[in-house]
């Protein structure tokens, strides 16, 4: 009888960083990856962006080959589940009735769809954007269309609304909120996209709200909004977030919020169990403690190391800083932080480049900088943060000021 | 097909076959070639696909750009004039024979 090892629910990610992770950490025991879809571990990220734009074979997009897993001893089940975990007994229950004894198990599940709360997402050409299904119907879709309407201008919505404005369709981009990505922006960050989004000619609606999906012989024809106005389309994109796939834990009894409740080093209440990626809601140190949930493939990527790292016997606290990008178009944003509760910010904007940088703060301490195509500035950021070098308001108001000089002529710590 | 060279640890080098399009961190995957990374999908958002351009390709290569020379600021091997980021290097015809050095460490 083998000794148990490591029971990975999900293949996203996370999933796939813990497996490698845990073997290239010297982990020697059985590792189980359990994927709900039909293909080994692959990237999402282009599934927004270059995927949709021309020829793409899908098999670029997996992380790594089949051969991968057997030659690392990872044991990959696709179109499977983790339905329940008996953590008296150690016990992973799956959709087949087949059952994983474990010495660790780790959700890694996810999130999904949040869902449309109005009638209409059954209709031919509605889409959602998350999984390679989804990508693959929407791209063989996208061919043609002529009008779209994306229904949630976060940053999967704008960089669908960028991709199919730059194959042609006439774009408008819906949002409740007054701005875009208003859950993660600065108000001078969305101001400055909402400004270039413009000027590529995507249509963008705020403080607006769709009353229903219409529909001409079971395809999606347009949206009507709560004004009653209608807004004629031939494909309709859903973005409005997503979820954390947190009921499997809640059900064994694990203490669940918005997201599965982990400590400093990403362990559950039950040492054997933990939680990584987008279920997983963790105290950040860059939050002053508060529980945060992140979906970024930065948190996915460290959180599964330091998962493995506790595992194989070296734990540490969850530290790094968050960081994050998204390409819509040729607007290249991009996050180092997290700038929840910001009450300052500091802007270096240059309309013509165009190109921007947003310093944000809370109580005069520096919490991130957002950056629009000064990739430069972003990696500079990373290095503020990570160092905590000092940056005031008024170093950040100095254009002369250079980011990447003030962390060249940061004193370094041994 | 072209022919794409890796060095790995200990001077071992790595031929492969690859097509025009491919990036070098895509044919190392392809290829099983240890030591790129690519944490971020090739993003060009992590420096974990670092190699050395051997010297005699380093001017034939097109020009870095904004992004992949930011990124190349924060690698974990000391960045050089020949480092590049695998994600970020398109194999093409002018390519055929490219011999580069994978980064000693990414992480």
Redesign the interface.
Known sequence: MTVPGVVIAGGGLAGF?LASSLRDMGYARRISLICEESVPPY?R??LSKAFLMGPMDPA?LQ???E??YA?KGIEVLCQRRVVAVDRTNCIAGLDDDSKLEYSHFVFATGARNRPLPVPGHDFGGVFFLRSLDEALRLKARLAGVRRVVVLGAGFIGLEFAAAARKLGADVTAIDVADRPMARALSVPMSQVFAREHARNGVHQRFNTQVLRILEENGEAAGVELMSGETIAADLVLIGIGVQPNIEVAAACGLEVGNGIVVDAQLATADPRVSAIGDCAAHPSIHSLGHMTRLES?QNA?DQAKCVAARIVGKPYDYAAVP?F?S?QGDL?LQIAGLTTGMDQTVIRDDPAAPACTVFCYREGRLLGIETLNR??D??AA??ILAQRIALTPEQAADAHLEL?QLVAAAPVHA | MLKLNFVGKRGAVSTVETTAGTTVLQAAIDHHIDGLLGECGGACQCATCHVYVDGSWISRLPAADEGEIAMLDCTVMPSQPASRLGCQVVMSAELDGLLVRVAERQV
């Open positions: 960083q990237h990220p282009p670029k992380m790594r080959g051969s991968h030659e493939v990527t960081w990008w390409d290249k990739p430069a972003h990696m990373r290095k990447k």
